[in-house]
Every structure is written in structure tokens, then in C-alpha cells.
């Protein structure tokens, strides 16, 4: 049966565009405007305070892994009170070598691995929205292994190395998920992932996206009574069962058609419609367009 974590991971299609140090010392304080693309960070030593736009600050240490995928804007800063220097964020993502705030000479009080990078697939945003807005993981130094590996490939400009940074990023996304599967995780897939009962209806359709489930089957492999089903399953993905449902098979159509040499009646009939022309329509209401124009160019 498919793993829905592997499957996310595979659909989101990730490549890494960018690593590099970050450091702290003294009196300093940055505001990095929203960025968009996602992004990660490993504290390597010492530590300080981050803080997403609208939400309290945490205190990151050593060994802490941070992944924002979508990077809203954020302020991050040291133990002494200091006012931000707002940092462009689409601007700074294009600079290399490592970046330092505040003091330039002496010691750091904080040294930090980050990087963003892409992902490749149009359901970026669907499947994003699935996720927390930020994970802030302690204590798991497979991440951190993870992120210097990511590192070092980057600047090693060796045969292969897309490919390589690839699969890492990959790893790296699905140690974070494994991670950050908490039941205090917000609603999103995560969070119905921590739910034994939930996770086995969600495992049931990352499966078998093409059987023609029902809330009341669903809530059978729970375990769980139909409207406790519904409720459990709404309010910790965030969606009700069938949206969730039509949200899988659009996702997974999308990356169908994308491919070549399918036809149509065949894609249909894979995300669970019993003819091309209900698929069709269903397609076009969910999207925007028709199945055969997003097959030829994508989206609008």
C-alpha cells in the first residue's frame, strides 16, 4: 500500500537550488520578507530567536532543524534587543558564501546550515497547504546529517550531482515529515497521519485513489463510527474526507497527464471516474480547464 508521506514527496518533485552558513554575534536582528519557495535550516552551534510574521518566537539550539514549506516572511535574531534590518528575501536567496549578522570579526554566538529550494510539481500549493507552516524539530540529528550532506554536494560540482541533491532533499523532506508527525502538529496531513485510526483511512486512499470510497468505508477502516469519522478526519486534515479524496485524484490527474502517451479514458479511469466525460468534467470544474488542454500546456 503506497505511503502517503512518500507519495507527497514524490508528487511535490523537490530540487535544491541553494545551501549555505549563516552566523550570528552581538546586537543583531534581521526581518526577511515572504519568500514563498520552501526552505530549511540546521543549528549547528550555539542559538537564537526565530519568529514567523504573526506568530511568538521560539528559541532554536543546537541540533534543532527547521523546514518552512512555503517561507513566509520571518525574523530572526539574538538574546540582545536589536532592531531589524529588513532583508529582501528573493534578493539574498540568489547570494552565495556564508552570510553573517551583526558583529563581522570574533566567534559566533550562533552558526546556522540553511537552504531552499524548489518544488517542480503545479500542486505545490494543494499539497503545501496539507503541511504546518513550520516544523521545529529538537533532537533528531539524522536531519542535521542530512543537511551537511546537502551542503557538501552542493559545492562539490561533482558528476551527478543534481540528481544526488535531488534524492537528498527528498530524504531530508521525508526525515522532517517522519518528524514532525506529532498529534500537536495543526490540522493538515501530518497531523491526521499522528491518528492511528485516521492514518488508516489515509493510507486506505493514498492506495487505492481509484475505488469508489465512501465516508461510511472510510470510517470502517477507522474503526470509527460515520460521524465521528467525519468530524475526527475534518478537523485534523482540514478537510472532509471526499474533498480530500477529490483533492488526491486532481493532484494525481495532473501528474497523469502530464505524461505521455496516456490517454485519456485511461487517466480517468486510474483516479476512479468510470468515463472520460465525467472525469472531464469533473477535471475541468476542480482546475479550470479541460483534462486535454492542461495535458498541452499545462496550467493556465
Known sequence: MQDPLSEVISLLQPRTVLSKGISGAGRWSVRYSD??????????????????DGQ?????????????????????????????????????????????????????????????FEFDSPDAALLVSLLPSMMH????PRLATLVRLVAEE??????????????????????????????????????GLSDARLAS???QIHGDPARQWTVEQLARESALSRSSFFERFTQAVGLPPMEYLLAWRMALAKKLLRQQGLALA????????SSSSTFSTAFSRYVGQPPGRYARHGEA
Open 201 to 203: 483511512a489515509m493510507r
Open 266 to 273: 485511461e487517466v480517468a479511469e486510474r483516479v476512479g471516474y
Open 56 to 116: 511568538p518566537a521560539v528559541q532554536l539550539e543546537a541540533g534543532d532543524f527547521v523546514l518552512l514549506p512555503a517561507t513566509p516572511g520571518f525574523t530572526m535574531c539574538g538574546h540582545e534587543d536589536a532592531a531589524p534590518v529588513h532583508i529582501d528575501a528573493q534578493q539574498a536567496a540568489g547570494q552565495t558564501g556564508e552570510v553573517r549578522h551583526g558583529r563581522q570579526g570574533g566567534a559566533p554566538d550562533v552558526r546556522l546550515l540553511g537552504g531552499w
Open 154 to 191: 552542493a559545492d562539490a560540482e561533482a558528476p551527478g550531482r543534481d540528481l544526488v541533491l535531488a534524492r537528498l532533499v527528498e530524504v531530508l523532506l521525508i526525515e522532517a515529515l517522519r518528524a514532525g508527525s506529532t498529534n500537536g502538529a495543526p490540522p493538515g496531513m501530518l497531523r
Open 35 to 52: 519568500f514563498g519557495q520552501p526552505s530549511f535550516g540546521a543549528v549547528l552551534e550555539g542559538s537564537c530567536l526565530f519568529a514567523l
Open 137 to 140: 524539530i529538537r533532537g533528531a
